[in-house]
């Protein structure tokens, strides 16, 4: 490994994973149950179990390396969405091309989202909502859950294409929902209301209701949530920079959703889930930059953007039922999950003097370059597992799995008021998959074990490819060769536990993403064919080795991971002309990487926790198609990343609990391109701001009711976390805008459970 691992290496004594005790607020809770606890600090230590192995496990039984996140922590704090969760959990990143919820990409340990096929997989219990297509906008769009009954989010790190299959190079997010009431009502209203500096006020209804139909039989649960975030980037005019609309990135947001559960019998139990949710978005988050030097064109918070038309829906339906045999589970898992994307916005500020050049137009002619893209996903999934459960020296897990998806994606630019056709295209594509896995594992000990797990997948993907217009290289209409192939993925893993406090784990895994149609690109002057004909199967192997324990009776808990990974003929994207489209990166991607983190339970009262993350990853070679030189680092992947925490609990009383907890994130500088100055490469690497926030959070829980007051960005940090920049063909112009951080907010939020 390189020097920096190895300074690592010698220089870290702990070595530590993260945040894997209970929220504040819950501590506070347990404190006030007995006498017992209060007199213990060993008390506030909780034992959590996860399913990331596809089977209950506690996290230091897991020989890979798992955050667990209670959604409640961080409702309370106003952090409602999952891009809130993942920027806490070491090794994963988020970054957001437009600053809207539910937009955007989540990668973990180096392995970064840079084309539409993605890289992590997101789950709702065994249902995965992901695209397995390139183009559905996969990579762009996800499901952003947190605000149904929700018992945990799991962030599973590494390759998962054993258990998880092709999007999950990266690792897997699993949202664990609660399972329906059978015996007694259970539920909870939330309200929060916060404030934005230089924004609007953001207001958030959330509340569910669990409750029997038929005692001990069939049980229902129904939950709902309405957002309004009101904006704090003010739309300008262009000409002037007068401000046309304030707080003009608002958005808003509903949802709702039901699951049933039926207790069939000791053995046999079905449940149905249905759910929903829409997003509305105004502006988009960017904001103009005047130059390379990071100065705003018209001041802070301020962009000339087009307030356009933006909307998200997420469907999902699934039936699932579980059987349970003497010696093993048999699980069944049936959905069908949906999402629809659809936006218009103006785009004369960056494609107009394209369309002006290619048109042969008067520079400045072009007034409105209206670009409107419609985008569909309809996924079916059908899974069935056995799982074993008698205890003895194995253990295994076998299983089928199939998945059909259609897709559909057109896209439409114009020059106005001329009425020229730059570029209209639509490429309605079909995924299938067929795949069986499985691992065991063997106990040489009830301290040693070794897993061994495999995934056999055959996919199958198809494309219409339609297009008209100079931008797409004329008028086609062509039926793309089908990419079938067979791929095989792998685990490997051993787990030795010298103690009861400790735990030693060795990983190996594969991943991939399967081959696919690419997207044509042209010439706009010579019709020359730029972009490559096939985007090719990526394959990745992992290689981990960590610790996970607990100290000072169990006051301390910590692990931490070492891993490289080889990431070989890298799925990426080129821009040509303005114009993007798929590559592969055929040298290839090393990462190099660190992660650790810990929580001390100083007292009954005060504790603190930390964790960090690094990430070195780099090019092998040089990449022509890409633009990118041997070295450069891979493109959104922050170096380091730091967390920390401080918190302190209190007893008021029998009945009422306080917390107070002081938290501060650091996130580095990105490369947002790469950059090698070839004429046909219009990008420009301007690299995002590291920045450091600070949170503060106190509150009180008395009886039934919660109410906490926070401040996030407590010191108003002021960073912008991506740069697009492009250069302007045939002009020393380059066009860059910024997603802001988000300013302080300052928030109350109240719940009520019953």
Do not use: C
Not at 289 to 308: P, Q, R, W
Not at 352 to 368: A, K, L, Q, Y
Not at 443 to 450: A, L, V
Not at 482 to 500: C, G, H, I, N, Q
């Amino acid at each position: 490994m390189n020097s920096k691992i190895n300074y690592l290496t010698r220089s870290i004594r702990v070595l530590v994973y993260g945040m894997s005790v209970v929220s504040i607020s819950a501590m506070a809770q347990q404190q006030g149950e007995t006498n017992e606890q209060e007199e213990s600090a060993n008390s506030d230590v909780e034992i959590i179990e996860v399913t990331s192995s596809r089977r209950v496990q506690t996290i230091q039984d897991v020989p890979a390396s798992v955050y667990a996140a209670d959604p409640d922590d961080f409702i309370q704090k106003g952090m409602t969405s999952l891009a809130d969760v993942v920027e806490t959990a070491p090794g994963f990143s988020f970054q957001s091309f437009t600053g809207q919820q539910g937009r955007g990409s989540i990668a973990a340990r180096g392995v970064s989202q840079q084309n539409d096929t993605a890289v992590t997989a997101i789950y709702v219990d065994d249902v995965p909502l992901t695209s397995n297509s390139g183009f559905a906008a996969g990579g762009r769009l996800y499901f952003d859950g947190l605000l149904g009954d929700v018992q945990r989010v799991e962030l599973i790190k590494g390759p998962q294409g054993t258990l998880f299959g092709a999007t999950a190079m990266a690792g897997a997010v699993r949202y664990i929902s609660n399972e329906p009431e059978l015996f007694e009502g259970r539920g909870k209203f939330t309200a929060d209301l916060s404030q934005t500096r230089d924004g609007d006020m953001n207001q958030l209804y959330r509340g569910f209701y669990s409750f029997p139909i038929v005692e001990g039989k069939v049980g229902l649960t129904v939950a709902a949530f309405t957002m309004d975030h009101g904006g704090y980037v003010d739309q300008v005019s262009a000409a002037d920079g007068a401000i046309i609309r304030e707080n003009a990135n608002e958005s808003e947001a509903e949802g709702f959703s039901g699951d049933l559960y039926f207790n069939a019998s000791d053995r046999l139990d079905i449940r149905i889930k249905a759910m929903q949710q829409e997003s509305s978005f105004g502006m988009s988050s960017a904001v103009r930059i005047a130059s390379l030097d990071k100065d705003e064109a018209y001041g802070e918070l301020k962009s000339d953007g087009s307030f356009g038309y933006d909307e998200l829906k997420h469907t999902l339906v699934s039936a699932s039922a579980s059987y349970e045999f003497d010696s093993a589970v048999l699980d069944f898992t049936s959905s069908k999950a949906k999402y629809e994307s659809f936006n218009a916005l103006d785009v004369a500020y960056l494609y107009g003097p394209i369309i002006e050049m290619i048109g042969g137009f008067d520079p400045g002619s072009v007034t409105e370059a209206p670009l409107t893209r419609d985008v569909e996903s309809d996924k079916t999934v059908h899974e069935l597992h056995l799982t074993s459960t008698t205890e003895g020296e194995w253990e295994w897990l076998a299983g089928l799995f199939y998945t059909e998806e259609t897709t559909n994606n057109a896209q439409r630019l114009t020059g106005e008021p001329q009425g020229f056709l730059a570029l209209d295209a639509r490429f309605p594509s079909d995924y299938k998959e067929l795949a069986a896995f499985g691992n065991a594992t063997y106990y040489f000990t009830p301290d040693f074990d070794i897993t061994a797990g495999m995934r056999v997948s055959n996919t199958e993907q198809t494309l219409l490819w339609q297009t008209e217009g100079p931008l797409a290289g004329g008028e086609t209409m062509d039926e793309m060769p089908t990419a079938d192939e067979t791929v095989e993925t792998y685990l490997f893993a051993a787990r030795y536990r010298p103690s009861k406090d400790t735990s030693f784990y060795a990983r190996i895994a594969s991943g991939y993403r399967p081959a696919s149609s690419n997207l044509s690109v042209a010439d706009p002057f010579t019709g020359e064919t730029l972009s490559q004909p096939i985007i090719e199967q990526d394959d990745l192997w992992s290689y981990e080795i960590g610790i996970k324990g607990s100290a000072l009776e169990d006051r301390l808990t910590y692990e931490s991971s070492l891993y490289t990974i080889d990431w070989e003929n890298f799925q990426a994207t080129a821009t040509f002309y303005g114009v993007t489209t798929g590559a592969n990166a055929k040298g290839g991607i090393t990462v190099n990487g660190w992660e650790g983190s810990f929580d001390f339970q100083a007292n009954r009262n005060f504790g603190f926790r930390g964790s960090a993350a690094f990430a070195d990853s780099t090019l092998n070679e040089d990449e022509p198609g890409l633009f990118g030189d041997k070295g450069a680092q891979v493109v959104r992947v922050p170096e380091w990343t730091y967390n920390a925490a401080a918190y302190y609990d209190y007893q008021l009383n029998s009945s009422t609990a306080g917390w107070v907890t002081l938290s501060a994130r650091y996130k580095d500088e990105m490369s947002t391109s790469y950059d090698n100055g070839a004429p046909e490469d219009t990008s420009v690497n301007l690299k995002s701001d590291a920045y450091t926030t600070v949170n503060f959070t106190t509150g009180l829980q008395w009886d039934n009711w919660q109410a906490s007051f926070y401040i996030n960005n407590l010191f108003d940090e002021k960073a912008y976390t991506y740069f697009n920049a492009a250069g302007v063909p045939g002009t020393e112009v380059v066009d860059v805008t910024g997603i802001p951080l988000e300013p302080r907010k300052v928030g109350v939020s109240i719940s009520y459970a019953f």
